[in-house]
């Protein structure tokens, strides 16, 4: 492997096992994702600043999207759950990250692995 190419000898490996393999590489990229999303919503959970705790309570992992592209993953704050002292919707995310940021510490501590994890997923399971 250099930078971000993956090299790998295919050696003898079938032409029906080299058409899966794509689809398997997507399975294990999104295995990570989901991993490191799931990281990174814990981490900004704890870096949050925290009030009534709804806003901390509403940072989610989400999958999906338009016309159901299922290999999405985001991680969302905000708009999602009522503020027990306001009643309304909590939708002050962006605001509350622009002073006092939550989400972007959380995605620069995540972003260095995910593609040395994808890379190493993939790998392994083109081996296996």
Same mark, same amino acid.
């Given at each position: 492997?250099?930078?971000?190419?993956?090299?790998y000898d295919?050696?003898?490996?079938?032409k029906?096992?080299?058409?899966?393999?794509?689809?398997q590489?997507?399975?294990?990229?999104?295995e990570?994702?989901?991993?490191?999303?799931?990281?990174?919503?814990?981490?900004?959970?704890?870096?949050v600043?925290v009030? !009534?705790?709804? *806003?901390?309570d509403?940072? @989610? $992992?989400?999958? =999906?999207?338009?016309?159901?592209?299922?290999r999405?993953?985001?991680v969302r704050?905000?708009?999602?759950?009522?503020?027990?002292?306001?009643?309304r919707?909590?939708d002050?995310a962006a605001?509350?990250?622009?002073?006092?940021?939550?989400m972007?510490?959380?995605?620069d501590?995540?972003?260095? !692995?995910?593609? *040395?994890?994808?890379?190493? @997923? $993939?790998?392994? =399971?083109?081996e296996k």
């Amino acid at each position: 492997m250099t930078g971000n190419v993956i090299k790998y000898d295919f050696g003898g490996v079938l032409k029906t096992d080299l058409a899966q393999l794509p689809e398997q590489m997507l399975d294990y990229a999104e295995e990570v994702l989901l991993d490191q999303a799931h990281m990174m919503k814990g981490l900004a959970q704890i870096l949050v600043r925290v009030d !009534t705790g709804s *806003l901390r309570d509403s940072i @989610r $992992v989400e999958r =999906g999207g338009r016309k159901l592209h299922w290999r999405t993953v985001r991680v969302r704050a905000g708009g999602y759950v009522t503020n027990p002292d306001t009643g309304r919707k909590v939708d002050y995310a962006a605001v509350v990250e622009r002073k006092y940021p939550f989400m972007q510490p959380a995605w620069d501590s995540v972003k260095g !692995t995910v593609v *040395l994890m994808i890379e190493q @997923r $993939v790998v392994n =399971g083109v081996e296996k």
